[in-house]
């Protein structure tokens, strides 16, 4: 399944796609000339472009897959935008560019609304874990989902002391004093991102609560459980402490795509990320050393984020509605995840598959640590506040505006408590706006 190898990086993808391409799809050499008598289709595609590695990749596939098959236009809608992605398409469904191929990471809202199709037979029998709502599979999942955790400068651990990687968060917060006393800013954070401010809430809250109640959500909901609880306290306050203490303070103002130049640069001596971190690092610096570990809990368990998640590739309805559209949309997600355009497109992205045929992809040191994580059976695995569904479903537009308040808990230096009182009256009056709660 994966084969070790000295770091990958993302140069060169799309010349290694294409030349796979030769290889996959279903239309790829069998009938001879029939390619070029096809009917031309067209079809719009749209994915969070936040994570450059991700983003380069998916255009190479796309790219790939017109190469392969000149009948079929492929328009990338996608783009970077101030908004979140759940706005973005919003905006785009709006003004009648609802994309006909999307990556979905609010399946039950959409599903529900009429947005998007279930996928079609032949592709939930590609998957190895497809996630089921309404009764229906709707997302093909670009990869599983990974664990989050430190990648780490060897060099500045080296030069503060380090020997051993923390097996406790306290050994964890020694780290982080030790770094300190070295002269270098501890941990960088692209705060300019709601997205990656998002990575260090939602550890503590699977460290402090989902771990042990994967139904907060809907005990929330129900009135059974507050923000204002001990366990939540503890989580943001964890929270306000790490950014107050070590982040590097002008993290408001950085982007998570800036966050590698901190690190390899020897700004910042730490990363809190996920394995699509990898390939981008090792491109700005090819002889940067760095590793890999999980953030162990007070107790040394390691909570990471690894359950499946309700998100992925999704047909718009509009789009599942046409035969020649959704025909042609069916193909390129066969060709996606043919095993030789998947591995090139996982080694690429450091990402693990989602499919029931794994791929041969060569992986680097730092994850082969992440994969460790995920396969170790002591490992707790959680979602983040926002990746529940059923009962766990949160309001939409909650996880932001709670990403928001902890930003400003810690600009201000605001009281915990007061901040989470807050929380419990905006959460209270979304659920009743979208009838989550009477």
Not at 56 to 69: N, S, T
Not at 430 to 436: C, T
Request: aromatic fraction near 12%; include cysteine; glycine fraction near 8%.
């Amino acid at each position: 399944m994966y084969k070790f190898s000295k770091r990958k990086t993302a140069a060169g993808i799309l010349t290694l796609a294409i030349l796979a391409s030769c290889s996959t799809g279903r239309s790829g050499d069998e009938g001879g000339g029939e390619e070029e008598s096809l009917r031309p289709v067209t079809f719009s595609i749209a994915y969070a472009a936040g994570d450059m590695a991700t983003t380069q990749a998916l255009k190479a596939v796309i790219a790939a897959y017109m190469q392969a098959h000149p009948h079929v236009t492929i328009k990338d809608l996608s783009e970077i935008s101030s908004s979140a992605y759940l706005d973005w398409l919003k905006i785009k469904d709006a003004v009648g560019e609802f994309p006909d191929l999307l990556e979905m990471r609010d399946t039950e809202a959409f599903a529900a609304a009429g947005k998007i199709a279930p996928l079609p037979k032949e592709l939930v029998e590609l998957l190895d874990h497809p996630v089921q709502v309404y009764g229906q599979v709707w997302n093909a999942p670009l990869y599983e989902t990974p664990p989050q955790g430190i990648i780490y400068s060897k060099k500045a651990y080296a030069a503060a002391g380090i020997t051993s990687l923390p097996q406790t968060y306290d050994e964890f917060l020694d780290v982080q004093e030790k770094l300190k006393a070295s002269g270098i800013t501890p941990l960088v954070a692209g705060g300019k991102d709601l997205f990656h401010l998002g990575f260090w809430i939602n550890k503590f809250l699977i460290d402090n609560v989902y771990a042990a109640d994967p139904d907060w959500n809907e005990q929330k909901t129900a009135g059974k459980t507050s923000f204002t609880d001990a366990n939540v306290i503890q989580a943001v306050s964890d929270f306000k402490q790490l950014f107050t203490r070590y982040v590097d303070p002008s993290w408001q103002n950085i982007g998570d795509n800036q966050t590698v130049s901190f690190l390899v640069s020897g700004k910042a001596a730490q990363l809190y990320s996920g394995p699509w971190m990898f390939s981008p690092i090792a491109a700005a610096d090819p002889a940067f050393e760095f590793g890999f570990y999980a953030v162990p809990d007070r107790t040394g368990q390691v909570k990471v984020t690894g359950l499946p998640s309700l998100a992925g590739w999704s047909f718009s309805t509009e789009a599942a509605g046409d035969p020649v559209k959704a025909a042609a949309i069916t193909d390129f997600l066969q060709f996606f995840f043919s095993p030789e355009q998947y591995g090139t497109f996982l080694a690429a992205i450091n990402g693990i598959p989602a499919t029931i045929v794994k791929p041969v992809y060569p992986v680097s040191e730092p994850m082969q640590e992440a994969l460790r994580i995920l396969d170790d059976p002591q490992t707790v695995k959680s979602r983040m506040i926002n990746n529940w569904w059923g009962g766990n479903t949160i309001p939409q537009q909650f996880r932001n505006w709670y990403y928001k308040l902890l930003e400003e808990l810690v600009v201000r230096n605001g009281d915990v408590s007061s901040a989470m009182k807050e929380a419990d009256r905006e959460y209270d009056r979304q659920a009743r706006e979208e009838g989550l709660k009477e």
